[in-house]
C-alpha cells in the first residue's frame, strides 16, 4: 500500500498574465486543491503527503508577491493544523 505521496504545486502565471489576471487568486485556488489532496490521502491511507509549494526561484519574483505567499502559508498551516487537531 502507498504510503507517501509528493505533489508539485505548479500554476501558470503566464496564463494568468496573458489574460490580465493578479497571481493571488490562483494561489488561493492552489490552497483549495491541497486541502482536497489532503483528505484524499487520509480516505486513501497515504501516511505522508510532501507538498513543493515554494522553490528557490520564487525568491526572485517581486517582494509583494513573496510576502503574499509567505503569509498564505503560515495562515494556511496554521488554520489546518487547527483543523486537524480537532
Known amino acids: 500500500m502507498l504510503k507517501h505521496a509528493e505533489v508539485i504545486i505548479?500554476?501558470?502565471r503566464r496564463?494568468?498574465?496573458s489574460r490580465g489576471?493578479?497571481?493571488?487568486?490562483?494561489?488561493?485556488t492552489c490552497v483549495e486543491a491541497?486541502?482536497?489532496e489532503?483528505?484524499?490521502c487520509r480516505m486513501w491511507g497515504i501516511q505522508v503527503l510532501t507538498v513543493f509549494a515554494f522553490t528557490s526561484n520564487n525568491w526572485?519574483?517581486?517582494r509583494v508577491e513573496v510576502d503574499f505567499l509567505m503569509r498564505l502559508l503560515e495562515n494556511?498551516?496554521?488554520d489546518e493544523v487547527a483543523f486537524m487537531s480537532r
Do not use: F
Not at 21 to 28: D, F, I, K
Open 60 to 62: 526572485l519574483r517581486p
Open 76 to 78: 494556511t498551516l496554521k
Open 21 to 28: 489576471l493578479m497571481p493571488q487568486p490562483s494561489y488561493l
Open 10 to 12: 505548479d500554476r501558470n
Open 38 to 40: 489532503v483528505d484524499l
Open 15 to 17: 496564463w494568468d498574465r
Open 34 to 36: 491541497s486541502k482536497v
